[in-house]
């Protein structure tokens, strides 16, 4: 095993930036998400990481060893990496066992040591009796097993996923993401898991990385992401979180400060050493907005849509005083908001997002 | 420790030299020379070539020609072709898939046994007329040695060109298109007439282009229709001139095909200018449309279409089959008389025409084999390459294939007249120059194949064995041959089929111990024989549906469209 060094990285495409200066670090035997929206430059990390495409700036190391720079390209074949690959990418032409023997073969290692080694990997898979199969004869999870056994058997330094739950029905991807975090715990493997699906980074990482138009947006862990994003992108990315103009009243104090937002006063949490100031803004959860009464502080809109959702109705809601700035928050049943009445909402709770310098 | 950039680049190198040699070697080299022959003659610049052609006025003759029978050939092949494929993609006739094949091996019967087969229906030796009682006086000219002759067999042959290309394009139109336009109040013809035909214009318009280049290139047709009634095309003209003055011509003949190039070149170019002029691209590909009922003339169709092949198909061969089994000229065909000492006597007594069945049976496995094995390089730069130089490489590729055969031919003459530089070898007038023309030539039957075997390939199958520490040779010999192959060797094995017969390249290279099987038809054909010349392209035909047969085996492990025969 060994962790990841990833400094400074860009990429451009005959001049599109693809990657602008992205840097992350891996420690050994971390399970990393890369989150980002489609396009945002994740699959091109994983395949700079991988050695499919050079690098155009920065430099990448695996363990001590530099594999990516301007002027070091070290190819995919001798990086010692794993992939699971989105589509598995299973050889249609090999049985199981052969699939996964493979990279055993080429490094030319004894049959009776590869048979052993592949044995121990099916079994790691709990896939022993299926050795002799061919993949197209195999269900979409088992294929996913496979491809997870022949990316373990060579003992590679790092595995990467590339989503690899995207083909899979929900069902499937629930008991695949058990045996992921399952395995991850039983090898120790250091892992770089791409996906575009915050759920699945939230429930696997250890730490994820926010990517976005290929800029590292946050790099932190899942709590943190959640509850303390570090800027604008990460904040309504992550939970459809609600981003809001306010102003900062007080300076830090215990990790709380008072803002005015939408003529509300309000108490948020915030980092450490926040001054008053213009401009800022605020996030907060749909969790953290209540209907309440006329005479509380708070302020009245309009609610524009309900849309129910079974057991609940998800509201969306303009406020007088910025009609154009969305709300939204959920009702259990009995649902009395319909659409054109008048509420007054207030918030519960927020964390003011850093100003860009600190972030 | 780092590892310098050059680690990966060894095997890397030795794929690109290997693909740039083959290309040099087997495509530019020929095109180079020939036209250094026609401006640089001698190594020094003079027109004087150029000049002699254009005065020449045989040589006008000649070009007015090959355009005449170039145009006729491909309006009737167009009409023909296009109208058999909308029946078949857009309507509901039954066993499609016994009419494609059937509509199609014309173009898998190499045109001089087309030619000869047709000539034998309609003469007046024609055993089938003389059953009939229906035979024209001995002695009378057979109608089709004329230009019109020429153009009817021409658009035979390649209407199952133009009806391949324009089945593709049928197949990939979005049924949204129709069902959009037959909502909107339309009727089938109108649909036809409105969004159909105009979205098939690249497809018919592509077909038309390369039936024009392939008519205009072709040998066996005008060769055996045309020479008699002493009207000549410019492959011919290059035919006789060659075989009358011998290389001392080769410069006139190297003139005379650098303009069936240009001829075939115009044709290309204003095919690309056509399909520029609108936006005929189709976003969305999603199911085909409904076929069209047909209702009660459902039968008549059905009818009319079998017919066609009966009179493209059934009745030519049956008139080859007849006249082989002849015992001489004008003899009258019965039970008592039908004879198989033809087949006995070219099989076992003609040595030029057994060893021209060995040398082809040699000549088409080497040039099948070699294409298959160089195919999946090229095709893997082709298709999966990243360098900016891969749409000149696929053109090189495609050059000598596009060019007509006789163009290649003179070019390897040239090339090969006096010995290979350095090593001294003398490939003139062995079998050995006729194997380098049907490489180059034919490469491309197997390139293309391998490409769209690729193209279907999920890239990321070679990226694991790349990441499981696969180096180049070894993730080509062992994920990408095994799953490319398939469609290889159908390219291969279409080559060997085309290549078992050819006559174009070989009735210009061919010399005495080195004949082809076209060759052979063609010299009992001029000397008279045409009973022998029935014989032997009655068994080329019989082998030839015995290949299809064989390569339909394979059709399950190939990309569609890879086995043209298959619908």
Redesign the interface.
Known sequence: MAGLSIKDVTKRFDGASALDGVSIDVADGEFLAVLGPSGCGKTTLLRLIAGFETLTGGCIRIGEREVSSRHVNVPPEKRRVGIVFQNYALWPHMTVAENIGYALKVARISRAEREERVRRALALVDMERYGGRRPASLSGGQRQRVALARCLVAEPRLVLFDEPLANLDVHLRASMEDEFADFHKRTGTTVLYITHDQAEAMALADRIAVIDHGRLMQLATPQTIYHEPANEMVASFISQGMVLPATVESPEADGHCRVRVLDQDLVVRCRKGERPRDKARICCRASQLTAVTAKKPGFDGTVKRAVYRGGAARIEFEPDGAPHLGLHFERPDPVTFAAGSRARLALTSGWLIPAVEAA | ?????Q??QGQDMALTVGIVAIIAVFSLLPMVRLLQEVVLPGGRFSLNVIHAGIVGSTTWRATWNTLCVGLGGTAFSLILGVAVALLVSLTDVRRRQAFVLCFVTPLMIAPQVTALAWLQLFGPSSPLLDLLGLAPPLGAPNPLYSPEGIVLLLGIQYAPLVFLIVRAGLRKLPRELVEAARSAGAGWFTVLRTVILPLMTPSIVGAAALTFVSCVGNFGIPAFLGIPANYLVLPTLIYQRLAGGGPAVLSEAAFLSVLIGVVAMVGIVLQDRISRRRDFRITATSLPAAPYSLGRWRHPVELGMWLLIVIILVLPLVGLVLTSLVRGYGVTLSADTATLENYRFILFEHAAARRAFVNSLYLSFGAAAFAVFAAIPLGYAIAWGKNRWIKVLNLAVELPYALPGVVLAIASLLLFLKPVPITGIHIYNTVWIILYAYLARFLVLAVRPAVSGYLQL?R??E?????????LF?RLR??VF??VAPAAIAGGLLIFMTALSELTVSALLWSSEAETIGVIIFAFEQGGDSKYAAAVSAIMVASTFLLMLLANLLAGKLPSGVLPWRD
Not at chain 2, 1 to 5: A, D, F, H, K, L
Not at chain 2, 463 to 471: H, K, N
């Open positions: 420790m780092s590892v310098p950039r680690e990966r999920d990321a199958l990226e694991a064995a790349q990441v499981a520490g696969a180096g070894t062992t994920i095994p799953l």
